[in-house]
């Protein structure tokens, strides 16, 4: 089950209005439990959200629509250790909410 926070529903509006996501690759730094990248990965042609916490990455991949399956991934790692030369791809946008 997805649970919308006001703070999450004000920072999706916001990036909405600014952000033209369509067709476009998406890197989600920190993404936690995905209620957000699911959310804007409705418009990307490719996006991954990548997060330290193995639990939190669990439940993103739970909560991810069948219909996103193929453009949608979720990888417990942090940053400093994702490695970028398996993309094959540059993404063409990055996001890093709620993170320290």
């Not at 916001?14 to 033209?20: A, D, G, M, V, W």
């Amino acid at each position: 089950m997805t649970i919308y926070y006001e703070s999450d529903k004000k920072i999706l509006e916001l990036l909405n209005e600014h952000i033209n996501f369509d067709g476009k690759s998406m890197l989600d730094i920190g993404c936690g439990d995905g209620t957000i990248t699911i959310s804007l990965a409705e418009g990307t042609k490719r996006t991954v959200g990548i997060d330290p916490n193995v639990e939190r990455i669990t439940t993103a991949r739970t909560n991810t629509p069948s219909h996103l399956g193929g453009r949608l991934e979720f990888i417990d790692s942090s940053i400093a250790d994702y490695s970028f030369a398996k993309t094959s791809t540059p993404f063409e946008i990055a996001l890093y909410l709620w993170s320290l």
